[in-house]
């Protein structure tokens, strides 16, 4: 494995060089080093549609009975079970958001950094 190829002032810097009374190079940011007061919004995470398969055929039951509820009853409950089913996992999802990939959503981001501002000043 090759060594990574580093800028000649840092070798000069970490083989001593600078330690003959000269100082080493000033490395100053281009901005102060403090947080923005908020972040960009980004999209978050497309879900994909669910219960396509079963509100199609609950429409698909309506459609074959002028609309009633009462033939269409077992796909209508079906569907209400796939919605409870999918809304039940999306909770889980985001209770856990912290957790599985260590990143918030920039909404929560933005409400955190509005609850605790940064401090550009001294007293």
């Known amino acids: 494995m090759a ?5 000649a002032w840092v070798t000069r810097w970490v083989s001593g060089q600078w330690r003959n009374k000269k100082r080493p190079p000033a490395l ?4 102060a080093l403090a ?8 999209r978050e995470e497309a879900t994909e549609a669910t219960c396509i398969t079963e509100m199609s055929v609950m429409m698909a039951c309506w ?3 002028d609309f009633n509820d009462a033939p269409c009853a077992e796909e209508i409950r079906m569907f209400y079970d796939c919605v409870a ?9 985001n209770e856990d958001t912290m957790s599985s990939r260590g ?9 955190l950094l509005k609850r605790f501002p940064q401090i550009t ?3």
Not at 28 to 31: A, E, Q, T
Not at 85 to 93: L, M, P
């Open 3 to 7: 060594a990574p190829a580093y800028p």
């Open 85 to 93: 089913k999918a809304e039940k996992e999306r909770k889980n999802q």
């Open 35 to 42: 947080l923005a007061d908020k972040v960009a919004n980004r």
């Open 63 to 65: 459609k074959q009975n």
């Open 103 to 111: 990143n918030l959503p920039s909404s929560k981001v933005n409400k």
């Open 28 to 31: 100053r940011p281009p901005r």
């Open 121 to 123: 000043r001294y007293v």
